[in-house]
């Protein structure tokens, strides 16, 4: 069972390139996410989609976009990269059935930028 | 807004019963989950409680729930040095799917 797929799993950029990062699921879910998670600040929610074709704004949005592929797939990606979008990234995802069914997350990326 | 809290570091002796605790802020929260994230892995769901619940027990594992104070704790029973990870609680408010996350709490485990 792959469950929530991340990739790359490590990436180094320079200042102001662009990168895009993947996450397919393989549950069925309708709702997809994408975190940062950084020192001390738990996750933080960048966008979320509660079903394909359709995305929201989360707590710290500024800096990123994303794109519901498809149901499975949710791509975010960072169009000029800055220093402060070091950090790693989780997509998670879930059923429609929100409240009862808990988020699957996958292993995270871990992006750096110099 | 919503905010939920915790500490960030707990150190506890193998054998010895473990707590974690964390507040919130939302009243409306339905559902408050512990997330388990070990080194360089992503977050693992280990238990949640309804908030019409007062405890909740698997193995373990006991989450108490004092709505009043909105107040979530994670007793781990008898603790192992495989139960060395970040702990996190999170909520979900009635209105939103979106899930608030505390900071996380370190639980260090020495023998």
């Known amino acids: 069972n792959a469950g929530v797929t991340q990739t790359p799993k490590f990436q180094v950029l320079k200042t102001g390139q662009s990168m895009t990062l993947q996450c397919a699921q393989d549950m069925n879910h309708n709702s997809m996410y994408w975190y940062r998670q950084d020192p001390g600040m738990g996750l933080r929610l960048i966008y979320y989609s509660a079903s394909e074709g359709t995305t929201d704004k989360g707590e710290v949005p500024n800096g990123y976009n994303v794109s519901r592929l498809n149901k499975r797939e949710f791509s975010l990606r960072l169009e000029s990269a800055a220093p402060s979008q070091t950090s790693v990234y989780f997509c998670?995802?879930?059923?429609?059935?929100?409240?009862?069914?808990?988020?699957?997350f996958g292993d995270g990326t871990r992006l750096s930028i110099l | 807004g919503e905010d939920v809290e915790q500490s960030l570091f707990l150190s506890v002796r193998e054998g010895d019963s473990s707590v974690i605790n964390c507040t919130y802020t939302d009243s409306s929260s339905t559902y408050l989950y512990w997330y388990k994230q070990e080194p360089g892995a992503g977050l693992q769901l280990l238990t949640y409680i309804f908030s019409n619940m007062d405890m909740k027990q698997d193995q373990r594992l006991t989450v108490l729930l004092n709505k009043k104070d909105k107040h979530l704790s994670l007793r781990i029973a008898d603790t192992q040095t495989g139960d060395s990870a970040i702990y996190f609680c999170a909520e979900r408010s009635y209105n939103t799917d979106k899930l608030i996350f505390g900071t996380g709490t370190r639980l260090q485990v020495f023998p």
């Open positions: 998670a995802s879930n059923s429609r059935d929100a409240r009862t069914q808990p988020q699957h």
